[in-house]
């Protein structure tokens, strides 16, 4: 098992930056494919970037790409989401989540164990 702890939320304007991390305790985040997801009010719980277990590749949604970056530091068993550039309608409550399975890990129903999640606000 794996417990995940997401911190780095807060509000910022449009056009800034913030840092997301997930914490990980119970096994490395080596050994699990990682993503990001986030969920609006009244929306959908919606993938936001991975990294699966093959080849170590990083996926991001296509509403993320060139201002998101996921990454991960595996001698603090800790993952990232460098959100840049952000937008009002980046604006959700944001979710780690760990699986050890292969895929892509593109949707949520992949994914075991979740973090409790950390608020997002951009104001415009």
């Known amino acids: 098992q794996v417990q995940l702890v997401e911190s780095g939320g807060g509000l910022v304007q449009a056009g800034g930056s913030l840092r997301l991390s997930c914490a990980a305790s119970?096994?490395?985040?080596?050994?699990?494919?990682m993503g990001w997801f986030r969920q609006a009010p009244g929306k959908e719980r919606e993938f936001v970037a991975a990294?699966?277990?093959?080849?170590?590749?990083?996926y991001y949604a296509d509403s993320v790409k060139g201002r998101f970056t996921m990454s991960r530091d595996n001698a603090k068993n800790t993952v990232y989401l460098q959100m840049n550039s952000l937008k009002a309608e980046d604006t959700a409550v944001y979710y780690c989540a760990a699986d050890s399975g292969w895929g892509t890990g593109l949707a949520s129903s992949e994914y075991e164990y979740w973090g409790q999640g950390t608020q997002v606000t951009v104001s415009s």
């Open positions: 119970g096994r490395t985040v080596s050994s699990y494919r």
């Open positions: 990294f699966n277990r093959v080849g170590g590749r990083t």
